[in-house]
């Protein structure tokens, strides 16, 4: 099926576990969440300012982490899509994991934060703290 919704292209997608929802992020500046088996778009996610690239879902498809071009980091609640969470100043492209079981370790992407290439970051949204480490590689 095509996912038809957003109004510019699309930069990240993230699958929920069970395979029945799909998260979409656009250039529009926006997340879509989609019903896999219908195609329905269920959700359109606002908050963003700029692009949003980064789309990460947790393995029990209750949250959702984006990382945008405006420089946050942000955490919704997949049921209501409500942005729970903004981590700012962090220019995230690729979100590769949220944990759906932990409250400590949310999201980590791998980006360019203030020059600094291979940094990566793990994200704290109860106390909106980030950790930050260079990747060795």
């Given at each position: 099926?095509?996912?038809?919704?957003?109004?510019?292209?699309?930069?990240?997608?993230?699958?929920?576990?069970?395979?029945?929802?799909?998260?979409?992020?656009?250039?529009?500046?926006t997340?879509r969440?989609?019903?896999?088996?219908?195609?329905?778009?269920?959700?359109?996610?606002?908050g963003?300012?700029?692009?949003?690239?980064?789309?990460?879902?947790?393995?029990?498809?209750?949250?959702?982490?984006?990382?945008?071009?405006?420089?946050?980091?942000?955490l919704?609640?997949?049921?209501t899509?409500?942005?729970?969470?903004?981590?700012?100043?962090?220019?995230c492209?690729?979100?590769?994991e949220?944990?759906?079981?932990?409250s400590?370790?949310?999201?980590s992407?791998?980006?360019?934060?203030?020059?600094k290439?291979?940094?990566?970051?793990?994200?704290?949204?109860?106390?909106?703290?980030?950790?930050?480490?260079?990747?060795?590689?």
């Open positions: 099926a095509v996912l038809k919704g957003h109004t510019e292209s699309v930069k990240g997608v993230a699958m929920s576990a069970d395979g029945k929802w799909i998260a979409s992020g656009s250039w529009d500046k997340l969440l989609w019903d896999a088996a219908t195609g329905e778009c269920t959700a359109v996610l606002e963003h300012t700029d692009a949003a690239l980064g789309v990460a879902m947790a393995a029990d498809g209750k949250r959702i982490a984006s990382g945008s071009y405006d420089l946050t980091v942000r919704w609640d997949a049921a899509g409500e942005c729970t969470a903004v981590l700012e100043g962090v220019c492209c690729d979100l590769v949220v944990d759906g079981a932990s400590a370790r949310v999201a992407c791998s980006c360019a934060m203030g020059g290439p291979n940094t990566a970051m793990s994200v704290d949204p109860l106390s909106s703290i980030s950790t930050l480490f260079n990747d060795p590689s």
